[in-house]
């Protein structure tokens, strides 16, 4: 088990993914693993280990990421009524590749 899943699994293309958005920059897809019954995680292309070490030459894939967070997210709400947006971190983030959890429903376990 390694510690990130994004870029060993997912962006290296050995676990394939049903994608919602993709952008050059940044991806968006449907969890492998849902905790929620929709669960869509977003990520970066290159690796950002979380969003406490993005830095200021960052800023243009940040903003392609909140761009996709955004249509991701009024897509959950216009189907469901409502969505969630969350990141963890530290001891809460399980895999060390920045990705954003948009979510809606009661979680599944
Ligand atoms: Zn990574």
Same mark, same amino acid.
């Given at each position: 088990?390694?510690?990130?899943?994004?870029?060993?699994?997912?962006?290296?293309? %050995?676990?394939?993914?049903?994608?919602?958005?993709?952008?050059?920059?940044?991806?968006?897809?449907?969890?492998?693993?849902?905790?929620?019954?929709?669960?869509?995680?977003?990520?970066?292309? %290159?690796?950002?280990?979380?969003?406490?070490?993005?830095?200021?030459?960052?800023?243009?894939?940040?903003?392609?990421?909140? !761009?996709?967070? !955004? !249509?991701?997210?009024?897509?959950?709400?216009?189907?469901?009524?409502?969505?969630?947006?969350?990141?963890?971190?530290?001891?809460? !983030?399980?895999?060390?590749?920045?990705?954003?959890?948009?979510?809606?429903?009661?979680?599944? %376990?």
């Amino acid at each position: 088990m390694t510690d990130d899943f994004y870029c060993d699994e997912v962006l290296s293309g %050995r676990t394939p993914v049903d994608v919602v958005i993709e952008t050059s920059t940044v991806l968006a897809y449907h969890h492998t693993r849902p905790f929620w019954p929709v669960h869509i995680v977003v990520i970066p292309k %290159r690796h950002i280990a979380s969003l406490l070490t993005l830095q200021a030459e960052d800023a243009p894939l940040l903003a392609e990421m909140v !761009q996709v967070i !955004q !249509q991701v997210a009024e897509q959950v709400v216009a189907e469901h009524g409502a969505a969630r947006v969350l990141t963890n971190l530290g001891q809460y !983030q399980d895999s060390k590749h920045l990705h954003w959890h948009v979510s809606a429903g009661d979680p599944l %376990r």
